[in-house]
């Protein structure tokens, strides 16, 4: 199983960013993929999951209304939009694989991608 991700960058308040994460080795069928945050000196974070089965989201509070993950099954990647970003977002962002949403740790995940809101 491998996952990569792509898309961060350094952001000004407000903005904009598009992060994806490209899977193989994966049955997205079976599969639910998350997006967590890593920021130093803070536990992960899941920020949104999707899930295997009928592709049905959920959000973490901080990000409900601002983060959009959906997936695309003929490419293999799941994408988050992000929007309004703040500079609490700032973090290395992973995608992993769960069976459902529901359990807390990710099986695998990818080396993550930097985001950086900040003027």
């Known amino acids: 199983v491998t996952l990569v991700e792509s898309g961060g960058a350094l952001v000004l308040p407000g903005g904009s960013l598009r992060l994806s994460c490209e899977y193989k080795?994966?049955?997205?069928?079976?599969?639910?993929i998350v997006w967590f945050r890593q920021a130093p000196g803070k536990d992960r974070e899941d920020m949104a999951c999707?899930?295997?089965?009928?592709?049905?989201?959920n959000y973490a509070d901080s990000v409900e209304g601002r983060f959009t993950i959906s997936r695309d099954r003929a490419k293999k990647t799941v994408y988050l939009q992000m929007s309004d970003l703040k500079p609490e977002d700032t973090g290395v962002y992973h995608c992993?694989?769960?069976?459902?949403?529901?359990?807390?740790?990710?099986?695998?995940w990818g080396q993550g991608t930097q985001v950086t809101v900040s003027s």
């Open positions: 999707i899930s295997g089965s009928d592709d049905s989201s």
């Open positions: 992993g694989t769960k069976v459902w949403c529901a359990i807390r740790n990710p099986d695998y």
């Open positions: 080795g994966v049955s997205s069928e079976h599969y639910a």
